[in-house]
């Protein structure tokens, strides 16, 4: 009898053991960047390589987690916020309440997100500029399970490779939003999500408008704060300078 009993406490265990995974809570921290100050902090063609970590990227996270970078090199048009359920949904995202803070109070640089999450899940955050200017992200930097690491946004190979920031057509994008498909068939197997982040850009084919980002964060085992810089410029169409006519 004793020993029947001592067999249910362990399958009663067993079974709690394997129960869904408590939630934990996360951070997503953003901030949009002028090009040449981004620039500014590197020393040389290796901080641009491919996912690279380097020292000058370990002095710009530092600069913006003391609030030390120049506030003119910020740009406050553009803050993270939250993806609706529906948009959620069709990244196969979870739906999470966040509570959000803009940067640029004070020596607060970064924009944040902070949620509680359960691990293995992903959820989806969107960037999106309200002026018409400085209108294509060029640039980005992430940081997840390990160092903030430079990616330049690509439009995905047709070979199994796998980006960890990669750039769509934004109506294309929008296209498969609407019809619930745009994880499942285009974004789950050319997102690189090994070190918890990644980042979706979505190319606005009006030039005049800006470029859309979202950002990708795979919930970690543990509370982890996650972080993006978007490095931003005018496109090239915008920096051309008008062609004088001959007088006649």
């Known amino acids: ?119 293995g899940e992903h959820s989806v955050w969107v960037v999106a500029a309200g002026a018409r200017w400085t209108q294509e992200l060029y640039r980005v930097a992430l940081r997840g399970s390990g160092p903030l690491r430079y990616a330049q946004p690509s439009a995905p190979p047709w070979d199994p490779r796998k980006v960890v920031a990669a750039s769509f057509p934004l109506n294309f994008l929008w296209f498969h939003e609407e019809r619930g498909t745009v994880w499942d068939k285009e974004i789950a197997r050319r997102l690189d999500l090994a070190e918890g982040i990644g980042a979706v850009v979505g190319v606005n084919t009006n030039p005049t408008f800006s470029d859309q980002v979202y950002l990708i964060v795979k919930h970690a085992e543990q509370p982890t704060t996650y972080q993006a810089v978007l490095v931003w410029r005018q496109r090239e169409s915008e920096r051309e300078t008008p062609k004088l006519h001959p007088v006649r």
């Open 1 to 119: 009898m004793r020993r029947g009993l001592v067999w249910a406490a362990a399958l009663a265990a067993g079974l709690a053991g394997a129960g869904p995974a408590a939630a934990a809570e996360y951070r997503l921290q953003v901030a949009s960047l002028f090009e040449t100050a981004f620039t500014s902090f590197l020393a040389g063609p290796a901080d641009l390589a491919d996912r690279a970590a380097s020292p000058a990227l370990g002095r710009l996270g530092r600069s913006l987690d003391q609030g030390r970078m120049p506030r003119g090199a910020v740009l406050y048009d553009r803050h993270l916020r939250a993806t609706s359920g529906g948009i959620a949904d069709a990244y196969g995202g979870a739906r999470v309440v966040a509570t959000l803070t803009d940067g640029g109070e004070g020596r607060v640089l970064w924009d944040e997100a902070r949620w509680e999450g359960k691990p």
